[in-house]
């Protein structure tokens, strides 16, 4: 009986420094990867921004604002809004948005120009099918200038959505009587896309303000390294009030 006592004492023991061992590296991973995940995303992010915007001479990064809205205590992000100015003339706005598709969350960044109108957009991340919502990130007229792509305006393709105001009409895919045609077979994932376009414009008018109705917080980057990947700090605006 007392061997028994001891054998299991001993497992205990044993389990319980395994598990330790096991927290502490994971710990240690997570440290080492920190670091070079949050390059990479801040790689992707600029590279994005440099692509559906007008040249600029900022850091549209460090200048962004971040417009959430909060729910039961806590905070969700709704938009983050990049200001792209070349000198002190501001030629563009990038703004990321976000919408529910036909797999999941749809996020993109919409690059508006001086006048509101599209320039370029990215879709920085979805869960739709391959092969048919996944086509939202050429679709509606994204082009890559690097790769010597060139616009393709929505009045040479009814598909794309480049040039268009939404200001002036809400974006809405043909079948619901708008001016874009949809994804083929993939009209749940285009009219989740439009919407998320539509919601960016709204956040693009009201630079922090009201959206669709509801108010949000407005936090706005202090850190001039945000483009870097650290971590930007922030501080809470008078634009709006948190709800």
């Known amino acids: 009986m007392k061997k028994l006592e001891s054998s299991l004492k001993n497992m205990l023991l044993v389990l319980t420094g395994v598990t330790a061992v096991s927290v502490?590296?994971?710990?240690?991973?997570?440290e080492l990867t920190k670091g070079p995940i949050a390059e990479a995303n801040a790689k992707t992010l600029n590279e994005a921004l440099k692509k559906v915007l007008p040249e600029f001479t900022n850091n549209p990064v460090a200048e962004s604002d971040t417009i959430f809205?909060?729910?039961?205590?806590?905070?969700?992000?709704?938009?983050?809004?990049?200001?792209?100015?070349?000198?002190?003339?501001?030629?563009?706005?990038?703004?990321?948005?976000?919408?529910?598709?036909?797999?999941?969350?749809?996020?993109?960044?919409?690059?508006?120009?001086?006048?509101?109108?599209?320039?370029?957009?990215?879709?920085?991340?979805?869960?739709?099918?391959?092969?048919?919502?996944?086509?939202?990130?050429?679709?509606?007229?994204?082009?890559?200038?690097?790769?010597?792509?060139?616009a393709?305006?929505?009045?040479?393709?009814?598909?794309?959505?480049?040039?268009?105001?939404?200001?002036?009409?809400?974006?809405?895919?043909?079948?619901?009587?708008?001016?874009v045609d949809?994804?083929?077979?993939?009209?749940?994932?285009?009219?989740?896309f439009l919407n998320a376009v539509n919601a960016a414009y709204q956040a693009y008018k009201a630079k922090g303000g009201e959206v669709n109705g509801v108010s949000g917080a407005s936090q706005k980057a202090t850190d001039a390294d945000a483009a870097t990947g650290a971590t930007i700090k922030v501080e809470l605006t008078d634009s709006v009030s948190a709800k």
């Open 24 to 30: 502490a590296l994971l710990a240690y991973v997570n």
């Open 69 to 150: 809205s909060e729910k039961d205590g806590k905070k969700n992000v709704d938009f983050i809004v990049y200001p792209a100015k070349n000198g002190e003339e501001l030629v563009g706005t990038a703004v990321e948005a976000k919408s529910m598709g036909f797999g999941g969350e749809l996020k993109v960044l919409v690059g508006f120009n001086a006048e509101g109108k599209i320039y370029n957009y990215s879709l920085l991340a979805h869960a739709e099918t391959p092969g048919l919502g996944s086509k939202a990130d050429k679709w509606f007229g994204a082009y890559d200038p690097a790769k010597g792509e060139q």
């Open 152 to 179: 393709v305006s929505h009045e040479a393709s009814t598909k794309s959505i480049l040039g268009m105001n939404p200001g002036e009409t809400p974006l809405t895919v043909s079948k619901d009587g708008g001016t």
């Open 182 to 192: 949809a994804i083929t077979a993939s009209t749940i994932t285009s009219r989740a």
